[in-house]
């Protein structure tokens, strides 16, 4: 599962949604191993209107399950979550480390039912690539 972080120092949760200037994703297997895949960059263009702004964004991590993040609009929020892309309100200057290590907490336990079914869904896709590629051999 890849989750993003609106982060504008690459360790801190310090965003609005519409306002990242950047991303950092990283990916957590459900056995809880993490990877920092890279930091996305927003380019900024004075030109875009809200609407541009937020399309941006969604853009950005639309390969995403999660996105902490310290406050979206409700309009952003309606936008995200129907690209199937869960937003996580989490208090400004949270940690990426320490939102990882819950994420983590979460799936050594038994997860709740929205982080599993996040996991289900990507390993049935997975496996149904894997089908694909064996059949198109």
């Not at 993003?4 to 690459?10: C, E, I, R, V």
């Not at 999660?66 to 989490?90: C, D, E, H, N, Y």
Request: contains cysteine; glycine residues 10%; proline residues 4%.
């Amino acid at each position: 599962m890849k989750i993003a972080f609106t982060s504008d120092d690459g360790l801190t949760v310090n965003a609005h949604f519409g306002q990242s200037l950047q991303f950092a994703i990283y990916k957590m297997t459900r056995s809880g191993a993490v990877e920092l895949l890279e930091i996305r960059r927003i380019p900024t263009d004075s030109g875009q209107d809200e609407h541009g702004k937020i399309a941006a964004r969604i853009a950005a991590v639309e390969d995403c399950a999660l996105v902490f993040l310290m406050q979206i609009g409700a309009s952003a929020a309606a936008r995200v979550t129907r690209k199937k892309i869960m937003p996580v309100k989490v208090p400004g200057g949270s940690s990426i480390e320490g939102q990882l290590r819950r994420l983590q907490e979460m799936l050594r336990g038994t997860p709740p039912l929205w982080l599993a079914k996040i996991f289900n869904e990507e390993e049935a896709l997975e496996e149904g690539e894997k089908q694909n590629g064996r059949a198109g051999r």
